[in-house]
C-alpha cells in the first residue's frame, strides 16, 4: 500500500480498526476493575502528516507504508495518574486481548538515542488475536496493527501543545529561529521543572488517600511502620512529607503519639546518612533522589512545627539529629 492508496482506500478501515481497538479497550478496563481512564481517543493517521512523516524516513515513494509505520491506526489512553498507569500496565491486560510485536513495546523518555526529547509514553504496536481476527466481524482487520499509547493526562497536555507549536513549526527564513529555540528549552524546562514533579505528587496524594480509606489508625500505623521498613531515602522523604503536611496536622491528640513520631524521625534520618541515593522511578522516566539531608530537612521542620508538644523530647531529638549529621 503506498500513500495514495491509504488515502483514497484505506484511510476509512484503519479509521474503523482504532475504533474497534478502543471498544474492546474499553470493555476489558471496566470488566477488570481498573481505574477509569479520563478517556481513550483514536483516530487513523492523517494523510499530512503521514507524509511528512514518510518524507523524513526517505519513503514517500514506499509501497508498504503499512510495514514501516505502526501508527497508521492510533489509540491512546490517558489515565488521571502514575498509579493508574502502573495498574493498567502491570495487568498485562494489552497481552491478554491483543497479539503485541515482538518488539512492540517502548517506554519513550529522554535518552541519549532520541536527543534527549521530553516526550513520555508507553506504546504498544498491537493486532488483534487470532481467535477474534477468524469472527466475521473482525475478519477484514486481521492483517492490520494499532499503536496504543498510554499517559497520564499531564503528559497528554504537554505532547498535544508541544505538537501544535514545534512540529508545525515551518522555516521563517532566518526570523525567528532563535524564539523558537528559546521555546522549545521552555517546553523542556515545563516537563522536566513541573509536570513530572506534579504527576509524582498527585501519585503522592491518590496513595495516601487510599491507605486513609483503610482507616485513620491504621493509616498512621502503616505511615510509621512505611518509615522503619523504608528501603530508600525517596521512600523516607516521601513519608516524612506525609506525617508533616497529612497527618500530625489533623491529630486532635498528637501528644499520644509524639514519642513514636520522635522516635521514628529520628531513627529515619539516622539511616538515611548511610543510604545510597537512587533516582525516583516513574512510568515515564527518572527524577533525581533525595538525599540524606533532603530527608534530615523534613525531620527538623516537623519538630520545629511540633516542638511545644514536648520540648524536652523535641529538643533532645534535634541534638541528636546534629549529632548524627
Request: with cysteine; charged share 25%.
Amino acid at each position: 500500500m503506498n500513500l495514495q492508496e491509504y488515502e483514497t482506500e484505506h484511510i476509512a478501515l484503519y479509521q474503523e480498526f482504532c475504533q474497534i481497538i478502543r471498544n474492546i479497550l474499553e470493555r476489558v478496563i471496566a470488566a477488570n476493575g481498573l481505574p477509569r481512564p479520563q478517556s481513550i481517543q483514536c483516530r487513523a493517521k492523517e494523510p499530512k502528516k503521514l507524509r511528512a512523516r514518510l518524507e523524513q524516513s526517505a519513503a514517500l515513494d514506499s509501497d508498504y507504508i503499512e510495514a514501516l509505520r505502526r501508527d497508521l491506526a492510533g489509540v491512546r489512553i490517558i489515565f488521571y495518574t502514575n498509579t493508574d498507569v502502573d495498574r493498567f500496565v502491570g495487568s498485562r491486560l494489552i497481552f491478554e486481548n491483543f497479539e503485541v510485536e515482538e518488539d512492540g513495546v517502548k517506554v519513550h523518555h529522554p535518552t541519549e538515542e532520541n536527543d534527549g526529547s521530553q516526550y513520555r509514553g508507553i506504546h504498544y504496536t498491537i493486532r488483534l488475536k487470532s481467535d477474534r481476527a477468524k469472527l466475521a466481524e473482525y475478519a477484514k482487520f486481521h492483517a492490520l496493527r494499532c499503536e496504543v499509547q498510554v499517559q497520564t493526562i499531564l503528559h497528554h497536555a504537554w505532547s498535544e501543545t508541544s505538537h501544535d507549536i514545534l512540529d508545525k513549526n515551518e522555516s521563517r527564513d532566518g526570523f525567528g529561529a532563535r524564539a523558537m529555540e528559546m521555546i522549545q528549552s521552555r517546553f523542556n524546562r515545563i516537563m522536566t521543572k513541573h509536570l513530572l514533579p506534579a504527576g509524582y505528587e498527585f501519585q503522592r496524594v491518590q496513595h495516601d488517600y487510599e491507605r486513609l480509606q483503610q482507616g485513620k489508625e491504621l493509616f498512621d500505623r502503616d505511615l510509621l511502620s512505611r518509615l522503619e521498613d523504608a528501603s530508600n531515602n525517596n521512600e523516607r522523604h516521601e513519608i516524612l512529607a506525609s506525617l508533616k503536611q497529612d497527618v500530625l496536622p489533623h491529630y486532635d491528640d498528637i501528644g499520644a503519639i509524639y514519642g513514636d513520631v520522635l522516635a521514628a524521625i529520628v531513627n529515619a534520618s539516622r539511616r538515611s546518612a548511610s543510604t545510597p541515593v537512587v533516582p525516583i522511578v516513574t512510568p515515564f522516566g527518572e527524577m533525581p533522589g533525595k538525599t540524606s539531608a533532603d530527608v534530615v530537612l523534613v525531620a527538623v521542620e516537623i519538630i520545629q512545627i511540633f516542638r511545644y508538644v514536648d520540648i524536652s523530647g523535641s529538643f533532645n531529638a534535634l541534638c541528636e539529629l546534629y549529632h548524627n549529621g
